[in-house]
């Protein structure tokens, strides 16, 4: 899987070099990054990438030119370019499932804006799909890119430790994950659950799993339903969740 950005500040993502989970991967080469900043492909001597909106109005606009000669010095560099995306508030909310489903493409563009907006016109021309973080404004899209970066790249399989642990993150079965704990056993007067000290595994797998569906019950009953209607549920879960509805 390769990254490449298209940022003003490309600075910013020196932060994914510093370490942790991600960082340790990119040094491993389970994924590339490369950044791309427009100001390098723009003509004037202040390396202009901004300017004023038509029509009037606070705040300056992306200009088309400068992105869309960054994009193609892009495919120049790749021989497969996959998806052109511009993180952006009007976007589809990522979710796990978008992170899953992205990580098919062997390359991936991110269009990181700034300023007010980005020009229209480059948005039709070359952008595949518009993803947003949530429903807030940040002040650009690098903080948004990382995040996407941070969630696909644990997924790629060998670069967590443990090949299991993307898979019992939450939202992977459709479901919240359940508690965890760990040393000391008692701590402050709180006991650690005994199922989890009792060494049968099945049993800590049952109780975990009814901790998964009691959890999205209380927080995210939306899930619940969803993961009823893909057929996720099963008649043990249906049970339980009857009972803690009682
Ligand atoms: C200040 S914002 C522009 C907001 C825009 N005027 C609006 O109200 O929709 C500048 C850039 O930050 C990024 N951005 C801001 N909020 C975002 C979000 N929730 N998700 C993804 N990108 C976001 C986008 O790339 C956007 O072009």
């Not at 790249?153 to 994950?177: E, H, T, Y």
Request: charged fraction near 25%; glycine fraction near 8%; proline fraction near 5%.
């Amino acid at each position: 899987m390769r990254f490449d950005i298209i940022s003003i500040f490309p600075e910013m993502f020196e932060i994914i070099h510093a370490g942790g989970v991600v960082g340790r991967a990119l040094e491993k080469h389970h994924f590339a990054l490369q950044t791309w900043n427009p100001r390098a492909y723009t003509t004037d001597n202040r390396k202009t990438v901004d300017d004023r909106a038509y029509g009037g109005g606070p705040g300056m606009v992306m200009m088309a030119e400068p992105l869309e000669k960054t994009l193609t010095a892009i495919k120049q560099d790749q021989s497969k370019v996959g998806p052109v995306v511009l993180l952006s508030p009007h976007g589809r909310r990522f979710d796990q499932q978008m992170a899953i489903n992205l990580l098919q493409h062997e390359q991936i563009t991110l269009v990181c804006g700034r300023y007010e907006a980005v020009d229209q016109r480059f948005i039709e021309r070359n952008v595949d799909l518009e993803i947003s973080l949530g429903d807030f404004v940040l002040s650009g899209g690098e903080i948004p890119a990382m995040a996407m970066i941070d969630a696909m790249v644990r997924l790629i399989p060998g670069v967590l430790g443990d090949k299991d642990s993307a898979q019992q993150d939450s939202f992977m079965d459709g479901l919240l994950d359940c508690p965890h704990y760990t040393r000391p056993e008692i701590y402050e007067n709180s006991v650690v659950p005994s199922v989890l000290l009792g060494g049968n595994h099945a049993i800590i797998e049952g109780w975990r799993r009814e901790q998964s569906l009691l959890a999205t019950q209380l927080r995210r009953p939306d899930l619940i339903e969803a993961a009823r209607k893909k057929g996720l549920l099963s008649s043990k879960d249906e049970l339980f969740l009857k009972s803690i509805q009682a």
